[in-house]
């Protein structure tokens, strides 16, 4: 593991599931990435991430649900076979799907979005646990899907949770090139009051 945290950051890219080779990403990377993402901050020490991990068999009734909510909900003058069969292609591409869940405080205090924020916070967690092992990557997935009532049901989600996308997970093809980083000059955002 690479322990230079401004180059883990700064080398951090999302990589696309056609960018996988479909080989498997050793567990205990997995599980470094779910420990280190339990250490994001929390305000109030509600710690309201949950992840559900889908591997193998799971992954592929994960994609074959996805595909079917797609279907469902897209108009037909809108449908895509296409995207309809990249949810097939998938099967073959991933080593792992990791659906991020909040669980929201029932306390009346804790603003939502502070939930959310520990939440983005522990998904930043595994990606850059997972930054720091060449030949890996993944990407934080979202879109209108993820948010269906369905899906939530398929997902078994609580009253007070809430998907807030899937992180896929894979072995990085090895002709994928990397692609450097673009960001404006940080100097152009920040206002120092003094």
């Given at each position: ?132 092992y060449p030949g890996y990557g993944g990407y934080w997935s979202t879109g209108h899907l993820v948010y269906t009532d369905e899906f939530r049901q398929f997902l ?11 992180f896929y997970i894979g072995k990085i093809k090895t002709d994928t090139p990397h692609t450097p980083g673009k960001r404006d000059d940080w100097n152009n955002k ?5």
């Amino acid at each position: 593991m690479n322990n230079n945290i401004s180059e883990i950051i700064k080398n951090r890219r999302s990589v696309f599931t056609n960018q996988f080779s479909g080989e498997k990403v050793p567990e205990e990377i997995i599980e470094e990435m779910l420990e280190n993402a339990n250490w994001a901050p929390t305000h109030m020490h509600t710690e309201p991430w949950r992840f559900q991990v889908f591997e193998n068999q799971s992954a592929d009734r994960l994609m074959d649900e996805l595909a079917r909510i797609y279907k469902l909900r897209t108009p037909v003058e809108s449908f895509s076979q296409a995207k309809m069969d990249k949810y097939q292609l998938r099967k073959n591409q991933i080593s792992h799907a990791i659906v991020i869940i909040l669980h929201k405080s029932l306390r009346p205090d804790l603003p939502e979005i502070e939930e959310v924020a520990a939440t983005a916070a522990a998904v930043q967690n595994l990606w850059l646990t997972l930054a720091s092992y060449p030949g890996y990557g993944g990407y934080w997935s979202t879109g209108h899907l993820v948010y269906t009532d369905e899906f939530r049901q398929f997902l078994k989600l609580h009253e007070n949770q809430l998907c807030m996308g899937i992180f896929y997970i894979g072995k990085i093809k090895t002709d994928t090139p990397h692609t450097p980083g673009k960001r404006d000059d940080w100097n152009n955002k920040v206002t120092w009051i003094l």
